[in-house]
């Protein structure tokens, strides 16, 4: 019998939706080209909000404000035995760096609209990609304040 605790990649997602198209990263994994929000890992001593805004910034070199939460999605990835737990944030796009480099593995970023992002032969990095945008679509919002960091390194800002 194993003691070993399930735990599953803590991951924030940003959408952001500008003229009817969503920003995207397209991203090179294990050889296959795929479609993503920026999104990535939480990091340790890191609130959430401050994730997201790293994350999107490093794969788009776009800044981001977060105003709300569209929602809390937990996937078990088929095969691997992983389960990722995202948090994806809607919001506004900020200054643009166009001399940043992005991070390693993002190919470019586009921006798509909903139907393009449906199309089959679009690749999406897993099935989170749509049911953040079909959420924020339907509306969902969830106020930021809903969120606590507890600990003096944890505090947004």
């Not at 080209?33 to 994730?51: F, K, M, T």
């Not at 995202?86 to 470019?108: M, N």
């Not at 079909?134 to 003096?152: E, N, S, T």
Request: glycine share 10%; aromatic share 8%.
């Amino acid at each position: 019998m194993t003691d070993a605790i399930w735990k599953p990649h803590a991951t924030v997602a940003a959408i952001i939706e500008q003229d009817g198209r969503f920003l995207m990263v397209e991203e090179a994994i294990a050889g296959e080209r795929v479609y993503n929000q920026p999104a990535g890992h939480l990091d340790p001593g890191e609130s959430l909000i401050d994730a997201v805004i790293r994350e999107t910034r490093e794969e788009s070199a776009w800044g981001f404000q977060p105003d709300a939460l569209t929602g809390i999605y937990l996937w078990h990835q088929p095969g691997s035995g992983r389960s990722f737990l995202r948090f994806a944030f809607c919001g506004e796009h900020r200054d643009f760096d166009a001399g940043q480099a992005l991070d390693d593995g993002i190919v470019r970023t586009v921006w798509l609209t909903p139907a393009q992002l449906r199309d089959a032969g679009l690749r999406l990095r897993s099935p989170l990609v749509m049911s953040c945008i079909d959420d924020y679509l339907a509306g969902k919002r969830y106020p930021l304040d809903m969120l606590h960091a507890i600990g003096p390194h944890l505090q947004h800002g």
